[in-house]
């Protein structure tokens, strides 16, 4: 029962910004199904929490009763007001805040579940929880929810901060960065001040010190990369993608899958920006533009926005022709899946990534911030699936060079196969009983629940 002493309590922190809890969740309640016993807690802010549990709390009578949601603070004082949709505030705010916020739930929870924490599950990020699981002497797992590469970047900041030279030298002395530029280095890496760069500074720091290592990532995706973080990690275990264990429903409101049934094989440029990006409204008139001139379908999950009317009045002038369809979300694992999509633009959002390999789909990069840099190069430079935008935003004429490279160009064809290697190996690794994600995510249930 829930007031058992010996029962086992895993407490899990999520980071409630980006797509970030939502991963996490999946993976918390996978972890729930296979350890019925167990019970968790996942905290995170109010907002993210009714994001990610539409129908309550969670609990008994919920599709997972071992898991229950719990909030905790913002950090926002009373009356505070945010300023529009900046990302970076909110992030600044919420970290001032932690840990005690997650600390005086947590306890609470305690209290409320009858059960001491057997185990602490947190959001990558968190660096302060290996703290806290060592007063508590309970493991610390943490699940990085970006890119690989990224991890290890944040891992290598001290020999990245010492390298001097110009902006397109790759990071040759670093294995498994050899493919990066200077340029596509996450820019928090080289700022020593601001709240979230000291957070993932500390966070490379004391990575090492957790039981394992969790990421969104499958066996031999990256190679190299793999290996340093097995050499500097405890355990690093890859029990990716998290999507696909299982996949989501289909839920279509906007009837995307039925008009992709009627586009031809390959040909249709699926645009997507992940949940909080708008790319400023130059930039959506020079995309519109430069998919005119290619003449491909295209499908465009589009958030409007007040500042960003004329490229909206643009967009529903591109689809009228019955060329293209606008909608204000996709069921985008569903719709990089099926056979009619031919191209993906996007900002190279890690779960973005994974799911155009997933659907063995090349890619056009326009990266914003964050590890998306990193992963539009791996994309057009390591695994060679995409193409980047040249000059770092989209222009009509590199934004139709891109698309051109990757539809229709000599290089397509090699795309597509590599792209459809990737997408064979993340099916595989996710295969039961054998799949190396398989094996990974049981060797994960022992240490979380065992
Ligand atoms: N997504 C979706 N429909 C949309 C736009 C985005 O389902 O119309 C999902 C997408 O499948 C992915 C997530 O939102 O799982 C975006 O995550 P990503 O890491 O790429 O970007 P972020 O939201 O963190 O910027």
């Keep these: 029962s829930e007031g058992s002493p010996a029962g086992k309590h895993v407490a899990v922190f999520a980071f409630p910004f980006a797509t970030h809890a939502a991963p996490l969740l999946s993976l918390v309640q996978r972890i729930a199904a296979a350890s019925p ?160 760069p000291t957070m993932v500074y500390r966070m490379g720091q004391v990575l090492p010190q957790a039981a394992a290592v969790v990421s969104n990532s499958f ?3 990256d190679p190299i990369v793999e290996r340093e973080l097995r050499s500097k990690l405890r355990r690093f275990l890859d029990v990716g993608p998290f999507v696909l264990s299982p996949p989501p429903p289909l839920s279509d409101e906007h009837g995307c899958i039925p008009w992709l049934d009627q586009q031809e094989t390959a040909s249709v440029v699926y645009v997507s920006f992940g949940s909080m990006i708008r790319p400023p409204p130059h930039e959506v008139t020079a995309l519109v533009n430069a998919l005119d001139k290619a003449a491909s379908p295209f499908l465009w999950s589009y958030r409007s926005d007040a500042e960003a009317e004329v490229p909206q009045a643009l967009l529903e002038k591109a689809a009228a022709g019955k060329r293209g369809k606008v909608v204000p979300w996709a069921p985008q694992l569903h719709v990089l899946r099926h056979r009619a999509v031919g191209a993906f633009v996007t900002h190279c959002g890690w779960n973005s990534v994974l799911e155009s390999m997933i659907g063995g789909v090349p ?86 629940t065992g």
């Design 37 to 196: 016993a167990t019970a968790f807690s996942f905290f995170s802010t109010e907002k993210s929490n009714l994001a990610c549990f539409p129908g309550g709390r969670g609990g008994e009578g919920s599709e997972c009763p071992n898991v229950m949601a719990y909030d905790v603070w913002d950090g926002a004082p009373e009356g505070y007001v945010p300023s529009g949709t900046n990302l970076v505030e909110a992030v600044e705010i919420f970290l001032r805040a932690v840990p005690g916020n997650f600390e005086s739930v947590l306890e609470a929870v305690e209290r409320e579940r009858g059960r001491k924490i057997t185990c602490l599950l947190t959001d990558g990020f968190y660096w302060f929880a290996a703290d806290m699981a060592r007063e508590r002497s309970v493991p610390w797992v943490p699940v990085w929810t970006a890119s690989p590469c990224a991890l290890l970047a944040h891992m290598e900041t001290d020999s990245i901060r010492q390298i001097r030279g110009t902006s397109d030298m790759t990071l040759d002395a670093i294995p498994g960065l050899s493919t990066m530029r200077m340029m596509d280095m996450i820019k928090e890496i080289f700022d020593t001040t601001a709240p979230l």
């Design 219 to 221: 066996g031999n995706m």
């Design 363 to 448: 890619m056009v990069g326009r990266p914003f911030f964050g590890d998306q840099c990193m992963n539009a190069r791996a994309v057009e430079a390591g695994w060679r699936i995409g193409a980047a935008v040249e000059g770092g935003a989209f222009t009509e004429e590199a934004t139709a060079a891109a698309l051109e490279r990757v539809l229709a160009g000599e290089e397509k064809e090699g795309m597509r196969e590599r792209a459809g290697a990737l997408k064979e190996k993340a099916l595989k690794a996710v295969e039961e009983p054998q799949g190396s994600s398989t094996k990974n995510f049981e060797a994960l249930v022992e240490i979380v």
